[in-house]
């Protein structure tokens, strides 16, 4: 199978490359959003999570922008979005910044016939979306990515258990990181508390990765491209926001954007343009520019990866 999605831009390759039959066995449901369940599942003896896409269907016109019909379906798929921003880290060498994807895997028969018997058929029918047919009439197979698990310990409190989402150490990596990532020309779309944990980026369903046609001086400026990374910026300082509230006498300082609180913490005042530095945007990312940056391109469609066996059985995974 070739990388996904077939558009121009970074693409994703398939998990199994070596041409023999997967076995997958489907452990248990540990995960469930917008647009996707999440299993814990063994695949030739190994462990993973696998992120399962349910059939998803935008109005005509979501965007706004005169965009074609193709591209608009092509950049609405939450499981498009992951395929291009995980290619483009395996691309320049960057996987670090975000929990290991290992390729996709299209379910055939027998392991989505496993998987039905998991649901009632209203959930498999209604929840799934299963049945559903693209506008040329063909069955569209489920979609997934084969993702490292996380392993998140059971028995700590809320409080104690954000210092896995954020926290002082986090706090500066996660905003250089982040700025790597935009000058990759991904916007990640959407950072909260389900999906960034121990300073990694759990998914990218909502990610543009240029090209995007919507990341482009044609379209951005009235259909809000260009200032689409502020998005992840105002999000990464809502999770230190977060922080400062629960650690009053642990405040991080460090932010994304400037605040008041910010500046007034500075000996000398200055004016709100010199304290403004996040001087990259997604929209302006160049090949040619980001080879000089971060180095050569990566070759991407490698042989399945290695992961490590399963850690600690009393503890519980998640992943979105």
Sequence with gaps: MAGLPDIPGPKLYPFNTSGRPLEIDFL????????????????NEK??????????????????????????????????????AYGRLKEFGREDLAVACHGYIILDE???????????DTEWYSDWG??????????????????DLIHIP???????????????????????????????????????????????????????????????RQFGDDFGGLRRHFKDTEAMDELIDDWNR????????????????????????????????WDVNPADFDYEKAQKRFGRLKAVEAPQSELSEEKNEDSKASTI
Excluded at 55 to 73: I, K, M, V
Excluded at 133 to 138: D, F, M
Excluded at 255 to 266: F, V
């Design 130 to 147: 299963v049945g559903r047919t693209l506008k040329h009439g063909l069955y569209k197979p489920l979609q997934a990515l084969v993702k």
């Design 28 to 43: 248990e449901q540990i995960g469930k959003g917008a647009h996707s369940f999440v299993w814990k599942v063994k695949i």
């Design 47 to 84: 462990i993973y999570a696998l992120k399962i896409f349910l059939a998803y269907f935008l109005p005509p016109n979501t965007y706004g922008a005169d965009l074609s019909e193709e591209d608009e379906y092509v950049h609405s798929q939450p499981f498009h979005n992951e395929c291009r």
């Design 110 to 120: 027998k392991h989505t016939g496993i998987l039905k018997k998991a649901y009632t």
């Design 154 to 216: 059971t028995d700590l409190r809320w409080v104690d258990e954000f210092k896995l989402i954020m926290n002082p150490r986090i706090a500066r990596k996660a905003i250089k990181d982040l700025k790597t990532i935009h000058r990759l020309g991904v916007c990640v779309g959407d950072i909260s508390t389900n999906n960034f944990i121990y300073g990694k980026h759990i998914e990218f369903s909502y990610a543009w990765t240029a090209p995007h046609p919507l990341l482009t």
């Design 246 to 277: 629960m650690h009053p006498n642990r405040k991080i300082w460090v932010r994304c954007e400037p605040s008041e609180e910010y500046r007034d913490k500075l000996r000398k005042r200055r004016r709100a343009e010199d304290w403004w530095d």
